[in-house]
């Protein structure tokens, strides 16, 4: 090998090792700084991944655990549950509904069958018609919700069965037409409602609820 070899061959390796210089101090930080989230829509291989709720309004249409990551506004229904087996997670956030007419913060609805396997904690849901509608859904968990200041009432249900409502605050729901409620139930059972805070729903000259 002569002299003009040695010097390419040793020129080829001080090019890659300041390339792999280069990929380690400027490529890797930008790739581990990067924000990830994941679209409700997309699918996702492995399963123990969440769901990133950061728009609204959403339909969920995929079983999955989902989280929301900040509080949020919006003027229409802003979450729809239409598959079972799913998980919403508010990391104690908000959803405000700015008093839409006929807008409701988490709407579950079964159409043929009933829904099963849901679970609702750790967000707080105000100023919407309604807080949360369940109609035709079992096995439901609902757990560190605030239903606050809803026009129509914080919490609905109906064709329903086996929910669990613990830990919960249920306050201010009411509107001066048809004086609203804090909770109404209908052709439901086994619904077992523990440990919840209700007080100030229904218009002053109703019973509360």
């Known amino acids: 090998m002569n002299m003009r070899q040695e010097i390419s061959w040793e020129k080829q390796i001080t090019y890659l090792a300041l390339g792999a210089l280069w990929i380690t101090l400027f490529l890797f930080p930008i790739i581990a700084s990067a924000d990830v989230n994941i679209s409700v829509n997309e699918s996702v291989d492995d399963e123990s991944n969440p769901f990133i709720i950061d728009k609204f309004p959403v339909i969920i249409e995929k079983p999955g655990d989902y989280y929301l990551t900040s509080s949020f506004t919006s003027n229409n229904t802003s979450i729809s549950i239409r598959t079972s087996d799913v998980s919403i997670n508010g990391m104690g956030n908000s959803i405000g509904g700015n008093y839409s007419a006929g807008a409701i913060g988490i709407d579950v609805a079964g159409s043929l069958i009933q829904l099963q396997n849901i679970t609702l904690k750790n967000i707080t849901l105000q100023e919407f018609d309604i807080g949360i509608n369940c109609d035709l859904v079992s096995d439901c968990s609902i757990s560190n919700v605030s239903l606050i200041s809803n026009l129509r009432a914080g919490f609905q249900a109906a064709n329903s069965s086996s929910f669990l409502f613990t830990d919960n605050k249920v306050k201010k729901n009411y509107n001066d037409v048809t004086g609203g409620y804090g909770i109404t139930v209908t052709n439901s059972h086994n619904m077992i409602f523990k440990n919840n805070l209700v007080n100030?729903?229904?218009?002053?000259?109703?019973?509360?609820?």
Not at 201 to 206: H, I, L
């Open 200 to 209: 100030g729903n229904g218009k002053s000259d109703k019973s509360k609820s």
